[in-house]
């Protein structure tokens, strides 16, 4: 059974995830942790998703200049093929798509494919965001 939790920066949950972004960004992905935890945080709404009792996906989203801007998608790592991604980005859609505005996230390269499936389009060149190639999507649906 999934079940998924929005959370401010400051609820007593928060701290669960902190360790999957730790787990994912920091440890697997070599992310410096000063790029992963930004000025952003307090002003995002987040998300943290359990799997049979334990914590494995998490993601946030905010509003800036552009639009919504969807992020830190993260899915530990035995989790992954489980559909715990594409639920947290439902989950995220479904609250963000209301406000009728634009939506995008920065992809990293391998995972463009999977957000193209989930109404995602690539725009523009490849750039490095924390020392991983990534380039902009928008959403089509």
């Known amino acids: 059974m999934l079940k998924v939790y929005r959370l401010s920066f400051d609820d007593d949950m928060f701290d669960y995830v ?3 972004r730790n ?12 790029d992963e935890y930004d000025k952003y ?37 035995n989790f992954r093929g489980d559909g715990i991604g594409k639920r947290l980005v439902k989950e995220v859609l479904k609250d963000v798509l ?3 505005n634009l939506i995008y996230l920065h992809s990293q390269l391998k995972s463009i494919e999977f957000y193209e499936k989930l109404g995602f389009k690539k725009e523009g060149n490849i750039f490095k965001e924390a020392g991983i190639d990534h380039c902009l999507m928008t959403f089509k649906s």
């Open 41 to 77: 945080e307090p002003y995002s709404k987040h998300y943290l998703l359990k799997k049979n009792n334990i914590f494995c996906g998490v993601a946030r989203w905010r509003k800036t200049k552009k639009g919504i801007k969807l992020e830190r998608f993260a899915v530990l790592f």
């Open 98 to 100: 209301p406000f009728k």
């Open 23 to 34: 787990d994912v960004f920091v440890v697997e992905q070599g992310v410096n942790i000063s």
């Open 18 to 20: 902190r360790q999957i």
